[in-house]
């Protein structure tokens, strides 16, 4: 088995997403590795983060569930954010991770590798790497109706609330688990002030792809600028997030099938636009 990486040995010229410029409106613990994953195919980045994810003023309610952790019997991890967020109570509190052992972990796509990085298992990683996929899942466990589970989940500012967290709750119960909900850490609108030089980039037309990894970064998007009527294509990392797109008036030319990791998410990019 080869265990040399020569993909960034490869000329830029070769590779599928030669000279295209690609925005990525995903925040900042995310954008690193979009931009990473796009610069593989040697495409150009283009960092416009839409949405900010930040730690909280207050940790009163994910404090309180995290010191009754014995009366959970799951934690539902739908994002990075919610697993740092756990990570970092569980610091300030000075509860050690092996106190987790006890609960199921529920992750999502590669996210599950940070939780064994810290030496906890991960009892359920969906084929389908999505909060539906988590609850499908569970459907199929007896034993989870009645569990409590724990869902970290972001406290959303100065736009509506995606429908993700809301729906995977009531999926939850759905399949007669007893959700707890709790803020994790925040999520908020970025100004557009701040991105002058990006938005004349689009409005100019030298933007080929805008790049949404979730609902927020759509809603984030749309309230910077008017939906572009012709240009960049509208890429979308999975099925969930292009259907929020068209909720908000933008209609996906790319649709990722693969949205268990950014490489999936860039290859449809790249064949997406050999195909426009």
């Known amino acids: 088995m080869p265990i040399a990486d020569t993909s960034m040995l490869v000329s830029s010229e070769q590779q599928a997403l030669f000279g295209r410029r690609i925005l990525i409106t995903a925040p900042r613990n995310y954008a690193l590795r979009f931009a990473q994953a796009v610069l593989r195919q040697g495409g150009l980045p283009i960092l416009m983060p839409t949405i900010e994810t930040d730690l909280l003023p207050d ?9 009754q952790h014995q009366q959970l019997d799951w934690i539902g991890f739908t994002s990075r954010n919610g697993i740092e967020s756990v990570l970092h109570r569980c610091d300030a509190l000075g509860l050690a991770l092996k ?20 030496g906890l298992r991960v009892s359920l990683l969906p084929c389908e790497p999505s909060p539906h996929g988590i609850v499908a899942e569970l459907a199929q466990r007896p034993a989870s109706r009645g569990q409590r589970i724990l869902v970290p989940a972001p406290a959303v500012e100065g736009l509506e609330e995606p429908d993700v967290i809301p729906n995977f709750v009531a999926g939850l119960e759905e399949i007669n688990m007893i959700p707890v909900r709790v803020p994790a850490y925040r999520t908020r609108v970025l100004e557009a002030q701040r991105y002058q030089l990006e938005l004349d980039l689009i409005r100019r037309g030298v933007v080929d792809a805008i790049a949404f990894s979730s609902a927020g970064e759509v809603a984030g998007f749309l309230s910077m ?52």
């Open 99 to 118: 106190d987790l052992h006890h609960c199921h972990l529920a992750a999502i796509g590669r996210d599950a590798e940070r939780l064994r990085e810290v």
């Open 59 to 67: 940790y009163t309610e994910l404090d309180a569930a995290l010191r």
């Open 225 to 276: 600028i008017e939906p572009p009527t012709d240009g960049p294509a509208i890429c979308c990392f999975g099925p969930y997030t292009a259907a929020n797109a068209r909720r908000m008036g933008l209609e996906p030319s790319v649709v990722a099938s693969d949205f268990s990791s950014f490489d999936g998410f860039v290859a449809a990019i790249a064949a997406g636009l050999v195909m426009s």
